[in-house]
């Protein structure tokens, strides 16, 4: 069988979250119109009957402000190397910029095959699909230059298709079944703080970080019992993040439960704290304590 990895780099919010979920087929890596919303390498697996191909959805590459910033874009440019493929993704509804190119001079230095794409179509008519495909195709040498739309799903399946002809001969890496090898604790933790980006506006989705403390059976039969912290940088954001009353912090709450109860198939006892961690994005020893 064929079988390898392959990693999706781009700009932040150009869609690598939305295209590794619909290339599994189910919702691996979280996703928000928020820029910088992963920060992990997130692994999901794509299983056919002969092939088996491991994305790795990464932060999106970016000028770092913080020292958050510059621990993202290592985690991404770490993923350039060791993979038999990276797949380059570009935000076909805006102008393809000095961003993409930088990323493509990162990409050039690597000996790794790159399938180049650009997505949301679906937003461009084809008038505008073509020029910028062509100014991708100028930014480099790359084995295919494609147009998607993630969102859709169009052209999704025939990017998957090349992407497997490009994998080589090899044993499975995960059994049938397994989608992702993301630890339960980090799975609820990016969904609590999707769902927190989602209600937040200007520099406050950066500024939350979520660490579960404790995720195992609740007092009654079929629950699963979370205990999460919501870590803020200010003091200014505690309040901004509970709401008046906490109206705002039940509201990610009962959010979160939602989608944790359809993805884990448990009953869950949610129970969210929000605590102050002064400027954690530019402190090496506090990045590390919440698992940067
Ligand atoms: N219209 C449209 N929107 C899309 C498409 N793909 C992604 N989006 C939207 O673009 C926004 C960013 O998507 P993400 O998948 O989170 O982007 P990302 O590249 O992972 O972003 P970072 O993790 O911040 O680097 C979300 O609002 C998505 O719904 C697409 O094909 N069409
Ligand atoms: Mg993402």
Known sequence: ?????????????????????????????????????TRH????????????????????????????????????RGTLSGVDLVVFLVDGSVEI???????????????????????????????????????????????????ISAATGDNVAA??????????????????????????????????????????REEVPHSIAVVVEELGPGSAEGVLAVTATLYVERDSQKGIVIGRGGSVLRDIGSRARAELELLLG????LDLRVKLSKEWQRDAKKLQRLGY
Not at 2 to 19: A, D, E, W
Not at 117 to 137: E, F, H, M, S
């Open 266 to 269: 448990a009953r869950i006892y």
């Open 41 to 76: 390498a997130v692994r999901g697996v794509l299983h056919r009957a002969d092939a088996q191909v491991v994305f790795v959805d990464t932060p999106g590459l970016h000028k770092p402000k913080t020292l958050l910033g510059s621990r993202l874009n290592e985690v991404a």
């Open 97 to 147: 910029g000095r961003g993409d190119g930088f990323i493509a001079g990162l990409l050039a230095e690597v000996a790794t095959p790159v399938i180049a794409a650009v997505n949301k179509v679906d937003r461009t008519g084809r008038a505008r699909q073509l020029p910028q495909l062509a100014r991708l195709a100028e930014l480099g040498e790359w084995a295919e230059v494609v147009p």
């Open 159 to 200: 990017l998957a298709d090349l992407i497997v002809d490009r994998m080589p001969e090899g044993p499975p890496y995960f059994p049938r079944g397994q989608v992702t090898d993301q630890p339960p604790e980090q799975l609820v933790a990016e969904i609590i703080r999707e769902k927190a980006i989602t209600l937040m």
């Open 1 to 37: 069988m064929r079988s390898g990895f392959c990693s999706i780099v781009g700009r932040p919010n150009v869609g690598k979250s939305t295209l590794l979920n619909a290339l599994v087929g189910q919702k691996i890596a979280i996703t928000t119109p928020v820029p910088q919303t």
